[in-house]
């Protein structure tokens, strides 16, 4: 088993809801926040990108809420050969999971805003194409974002009504 992978496998048990994995390409910068840690895969990016997902897709108390670049789509060929062929593995290898697109300087402001507060593990992979990382925010994985709306709003309308009381 590689490092990255039994890494992965130490990690994720500690990981929850707020925290991050990134499965960045080989020119992704190491950020300097203390929460943030870069492991270096020497692996190809959609094989990472299957591995963590299968590991994710193993765990009850986490799950991927998964962003790309904007500009992904955007990239021509001509600049980045292979980019195309890159596209379609990743579309691939999501799957039919739900996918939000941001700006990159957006994205690594998270990254950063969240690197102090909470754990950032990126992986580093060997792919040499750009605005190919791939950003995973962890959520809780035994309650939905339906329920979290539902518990909100039920807790407004008991405030207000004690509130009332008073």
């Known amino acids: 088993m590689a490092n990255w992978k039994q890494k992965l496998a130490d990690e994720l048990p500690l990981l929850g809801h707020r925290n991050w994995i990134v499965v960045a390409d080989a020119a992704y910068p190491a950020q300097s926040h203390t ?18 997902l299968a ?7 986490v799950r991927p809420v998964i962003y790309l670049d904007a500009e992904l789509p955007h990239v021509p060929e001509q600049f ?3 980019i195309g062929q890159y596209r379609q593995a990743l579309d691939k290898a999501l799957g039919s999971r739900p996918v939000t697109s941001l700006p990159h300087e957006e994205i690594i402001t998270r990254l950063d805003r969240t690197g102090g507060l909470f754990r950032v593990l ?11 990382s791939v950003f995973l925010q962890l959520d809780c994985g035994y309650w939905s974002d339906a329920a979290e709306q539902a518990l909100r709003s039920r807790f407004k309308a008991a405030r207000c009504g004690s509130a009332e009381a008073q």
């Open 35 to 52: 929460g943030i840690e870069t492991v270096a895969t020497n692996a190809g990016q959609i094989e990472v990108v299957q591995s963590v």
């Open 55 to 61: 590991a994710l897709d193993g765990t009850r108390h």
């Open 80 to 82: 980045a050969p292979g």
């Open 122 to 132: 990126i992986l580093k992979t060997n792919l040499t194409l750009p605005y190919t």
